[in-house]
């Protein structure tokens, strides 16, 4: 069994930071890409920043030079700091993790169950 527990979510005012955390648990034997998704009320789930077991990151147009993606492999967590927080960010924040179980196992897509951003005056 595989846990991915987020936190650090709230209510910010423009212009404002938080920084997310998402920390994978269980049986776990290599965790491969991380990322951050996020959806917004009546919108589709879409893609915010991607990093992959080695680095290399990846992130949506309209968070590039905002945001930052970054893991601690020690301890299976990955982070995201968000900077000049716009009140169109706010959306319900979702970790996600490709996670095998055990030595030739295929990854399989794990997700957290999500922590709510608000940026509002």
């Known amino acids: 069994q595989v846990q991915l527990v987020e936190s650090g979510g709230g209510l910010v005012q423009p212009g404002g930071s938080l920084r997310l955390s998402c920390a994978a648990s269980g049986s776990i034997f290599s965790i491969y890409a991380m990322g951050w998704y996020r959806q917004a009320p009546g919108e589709q789930r879409e893609l915010v920043a991607v990093i992959t077991s080695g680095g290399s990151t990846n992130y949506a147009d309209s968070v590039k030079g905002r945001f930052t993606i970054s893991r601690d492999n020690a301890k299976n967590t990955v982070y995201l700091q968000m900077n000049s927080l716009k009140p169109e960010d706010t959306a319900d924040y979702y970790c996600?993790?490709?996670?095998?179980?055990?030595?030739?196992?295929?990854?399989?897509?794990?997700w957290g169950q999500g922590t709510q951003v608000t940026v509002s005056s």
């Open positions: 996600n993790a490709e996670i095998a179980t055990f030595h030739g196992a295929v990854p399989y897509d794990y």
